[in-house]
């Protein structure tokens, strides 16, 4: 059997592959790849096929050992890989705090750059922070909520101002 004769005759099992196809994955894309996948090994290994046998359950064997190799390295990459569901507060707490010298050291920064903000700042922008909206920082601190937005830019600024050293380390390590 020629080479043409042999894919004329993948093609004619294509749609007996597809349906079978169907039946592993469940998701019409899904199967049209391991389609794909099995007519590829299929002309691939022409050579290994024996003229006289069965096609079709020579087709199909590639198909289920392909589907069933995929699905072995799915399961082994998603055990590696740890998805975010499954990722609790307490492992965050570990991976986020690796060097607890270096955040020691920037947290205290951080906290007297702060206390260096004036009060008419501090107050709005450490509420801003805490999650309360514009307006409910307006109405507790009896002021207009154009202040209020302006209160928080200008402690932005100055937090900025006296926490520039950061801003270069984290640039610096962005570009490297």
């Known amino acids: 059997m020629t080479k043409n004769e042999f894919a004329l005759q993948l093609n004619d099992h294509s749609v007996s592959l597809q349906s079978f196809a169907l039946n592993f ?44 190799n995929n699905y072995r390295r799915l399961v082994k990459t998603n055990s590696l890989i740890t998805q975010s569901e499954d990722i609790s507060s307490a492992n ?40 309360f909206k514009y307006h409910e920082i307006a109405e507790e601190l009896n002021i207009p909520i154009g202040t209020v937005k302006t209160r928080i830019h200008v402690a932005r600024q100055i937090l900025k101002k006296h926490l520039k050293t950061y801003s270069k380390e984290i640039l610096g390590a962005n570009v490297a």
Not at 29 to 54: I, P, R, S, W
Not at 94 to 108: I, L
Not at 109 to 127: M, R, T
Request: net charge negative; charged share 25%; no cysteine.
């Open 25 to 68: 994955t469940r998701d019409v894309e899904d199967a049209n790849d391991l389609v794909q996948d099995t007519m590829l090994k299929a002309v691939t290994y022409y050579g290994k096929f024996k003229e006289g046998t069965n096609l079709k359950g020579w087709l199909f064997t590639i198909m289920k050992n392909t589907f069933i």
């Open 92 to 131: 965050l707490h570990y991976s986020a705090a690796t060097n607890a010298s270096e955040s020691k050291f920037v947290m205290g920064d951080i906290n007297k750059a702060l206390a260096n903000l004036q009060p008419e700042y501090y107050v709005p922008f450490i509420k801003y922070f805490e999650g």
